[in-house]
């Protein structure tokens, strides 16, 4: 278990208030702002990457790193207009955003990307596997576009995705955003 107090602020927003996501991982959820962040110290942490804010950038290096290919499916919780998706959708892979604020949601299908309207719980990421078949890589970037409970989130993904599938967030780690991959079984292992 995580040692609970007494935790920093939140590093975006300053709230007091946060939760674990996964067993083992220092991940926290800020029930402020949403975001995730880790109170580690990036040096030690050298294997995980900076999640590019760039879109093009993003989905590059997501595919690079996970050698998706057209056969692939990826998920974006909180999807937003669909910029990163798309991005993705151009380098091969099919893509599916869940993003629940409609309006944003119909950028995205003018952006070309499939998109659900709806936050992500497990009942949602059953739903995808079902519908559009199960993912190989699922990107979260924080708690606005999630329906369950934080400690609940890997468990959602986990019946979302294929065997070996991932479920990467975008984690404030020293105030940079970082991709940490997190697991559903213990020891959670940071990244790959
Ligand atoms: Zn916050």
């Keep these: 278990m995580l040692p609970i107090h007494p935790l920093p602020p939140c590093p975006s927003c300053g709230g007091p208030d946060a939760e674990p996501?996964?067993?083992d991982s220092g991940v926290l959820a800020c029930r402020g702002c949403g975001r995730f962040w880790a109170a580690v110290d990036p040096t030690n942490r050298p294997e995980l990457p900076e999640a590019a804010a760039d879109p093009a950038a993003f989905a590059a290096g997501l595919v690079r790193r996970y050698r998706l290919t057209r056969d692939d499916l990826?998920?974006?919780v909180g999807s937003g207009g669909g910029e990163r998706l798309r991005a993705v959708k151009g380098l091969g892979p099919r893509a599916l955003g869940v993003e629940p604020e409609l309006r944003v949601m119909a950028k995205a299908f003018h952006a070309g990307v499939d998109t659900i309207g709806t936050r992500f719980c497990a009942g949602i990421g059953e739903?995808?596997?079902r519908r559009y078949g199960p993912a190989r890589v699922l990107v979260v970037r924080?708690?606005?576009?999630?329906g369950c409970e934080p400690a609940d989130l890997v468990a959602a993904a986990a019946g979302c995705l294929v065997p070996g599938g991932v479920l990467v967030a975008e984690v404030l780690v020293g105030g940079?955003?970082?991709?940490?991959?997190l697991h559903?079984?213990?020891?959670?292992?940071?990244?790959?």
């Design 21 to 23: 996501v996964a067993p």
């Design 74 to 76: 990826v998920v974006e």
């Design 127 to 129: 739903y995808v596997a």
């Design 142 to 146: 924080g708690l606005r576009a999630v």
């Design 176 to 181: 940079v955003a970082r991709l940490v991959e």
């Design 184 to 192: 559903p079984v213990a020891p959670a292992r940071i990244a790959a």
